[in-house]
């Protein structure tokens, strides 16, 4: 199982737009790679520790704990990052 963290915090529209780009990416996955991704949303305004970290950079994916990337995702690199990790 790959897990993808998204890291952001409400009314954020760049985190909006991760999401989405997330959520299209999963989509368009052969079904037994998306099947193996478990994806968890995190907000930095429920942990401090998370928000001293990444506070400047949200969003953040995180791919099985790494950093994938912040600010925006790019479709093509989440697709060819979760098709290695599975």
Do not use: N
């Given at each position: 199982m790959t897990q993808l963290t998204l890291i952001g915090k409400p009314d954020c529209h760049l985190c909006d737009v991760?999401?989405?780009?997330?959520?299209?990416?999963?989509?368009?996955?052969?079904?037994?790679?998306?099947?193996?991704?478990?994806?968890?949303?995190?907000?930095?305004?429920?942990?401090?520790?998370?928000?001293?970290?990444?506070?400047?950079?949200i969003p953040v994916v995180l791919i099985d704990g790494r950093l994938h990337g912040h600010w925006r995702v790019s479709p093509d690199r989440l697709r060819d990052a979760l098709v290695a990790a599975s």
């Amino acid at each position: 199982m790959t897990q993808l963290t998204l890291i952001g915090k409400p009314d954020c529209h760049l985190c909006d737009v991760a999401r989405e780009v997330v959520d299209q990416v999963l989509a368009e996955l052969p079904d037994e790679t998306a099947d193996r991704v478990e994806v968890v949303e995190r907000s930095i305004a429920d942990d401090e520790e998370l928000h001293a970290q990444w506070w400047e950079k949200i969003p953040v994916v995180l791919i099985d704990g790494r950093l994938h990337g912040h600010w925006r995702v790019s479709p093509d690199r989440l697709r060819d990052a979760l098709v290695a990790a599975s």
